[in-house]
């Protein structure tokens, strides 16, 4: 299993160029200053933003010279700096949203998903209720509920102060030991990279 992704994308004041061959497991640290193109990548690979280029997520092709998959049809979960939840959703329901993505025809086992995030005893709070770590952790289990070939993590400490960090960072090495997809990791922190990821790319 790989990831191959080669884009190109012009802009004003920006050039992205990026032709990368990554393993179908692990965590790949995309590390560097702020403004240097990271999330934009990961914008692009998720098909919200138009780049010429091509991407193939295990042998399944998303993009090409004659073809872009539609975003809502990538198998692929997104976790961004802020959490985003759903304010007027429990724990649990921001969960089954997630989970409504991938259709009735399929369904992902959350036990295993709320158990390894640590988050059961949160499922009927409310949002406004949990702590920035907290609602980070829910974020995670939404994105994998979707049951994604492909996680996305745009810098998911940076909006968390030292102390949540301190409180996530744990579940961050369980997902990475234990989950069998390809994790995407947008940081500018050495000791995030350090801890975490198995390849970087700068």
């Known amino acids: 299993m790989s990831l191959h992704l080669q884009f190109n ?4 004041d920006f050039a992205l160029n990026v032709d990368l061959q990554l393993p179908g497991r692990g965590v790949t640290a995309l590390f560097g200053p702020s403004g240097c193109g990271k999330t934009t990548l990961l914008r692009c690979i998720a098909g919200l933003e138009r780049a010429a280029g091509s991407l193939t997520v295990n042998d399944q092709l998303w993009q090409d010279v004659n ?6 049809e990538r198998a692929l979960g997104y976790v961004f700096q802020e959490a985003s939840l759903f304010p007027h959703l429990s724990v649990r329901g921001n969960l089954e949203y997630g989970m409504k993505r991938i259709g009735t025809q399929q ?9 390894l995030l640590g988050i ?3 499922l009927d709070r409310q949002p406004d209720g949990l702590s920035g770590g907290e609602r980070q952790r829910v974020a995670i289990a939404r994105a994998l509920a979707v049951d994604p070939k492909l996680l996305l993590m745009d810098e998911p400490l940076a909006a968390l102060d030292l102390k949540r960090k301190q409180e996530i960072l744990p ?12 994790i ?5 922190s050495p000791d995030e990279v350090a801890r975490l990821a ?4 700068g």
């Open 198 to 201: 198995h390849y970087v790319v």
């Open 184 to 188: 995407l990791y947008v940081t500018h």
């Open 171 to 182: 579940y961050l090495d369980r997902l990475q030991a234990t989950l069998q997809i390809p």
């Open 120 to 122: 059961r005893s949160l």
């Open 9 to 12: 994308l012009t802009r004003a």
């Open 107 to 115: 369904k992902v086992a959350t036990d295993p998903i709320i158990d």
């Open 67 to 72: 073809y872009c998959m539609p975003t809502h």
